[in-house]
């Protein structure tokens, strides 16, 4: 049984994000999608950002922020951990496909 940690902060271009459950999940006219009926959902919400990929010039501006709603790959490919009790995965920033619309 793994223990609660109270923050996180990621290194450089790692993000920590918490992935959507389909219950999660409305539609535009603000319906909640069944998780019965609902495809496998990979959205993610990003909760802390690093401080951006080390360049030969310093860092790279990362380009993730808090908040931002992402789309993810199908299979859990970060480090699982737990924040403030909720479930988290750290992922490099280039593991991201893209963003979602808010």
Not at 19 to 31: F, Q
Not at 63 to 88: A, H, W
């Amino acid at each position: 049984m793994s223990s609660s940690i109270k923050s996180f902060k990621p290194l450089f271009d790692r993000v920590l994000i918490q992935r959507l459950r389909n219950s999660d999940i409305k539609t535009g006219g603000g319906i909640y999608i069944p998780d019965k009926v609902a495809n496998k959902t990979h959205e993610g919400i990003v909760i802390e950002v690093g401080t951006g990929r080390r360049t030969a010039n310093g860092f790279a501006q990362p380009l993730l922020k808090k908040g931002d709603r992402i789309l993810l790959n199908e299979s859990p490919i970060g480090e699982k951990i737990t924040v403030n009790g909720v479930e988290c995965e750290i992922l490099s920033e280039n593991e991201v496909l893209g963003f979602m619309g808010n």
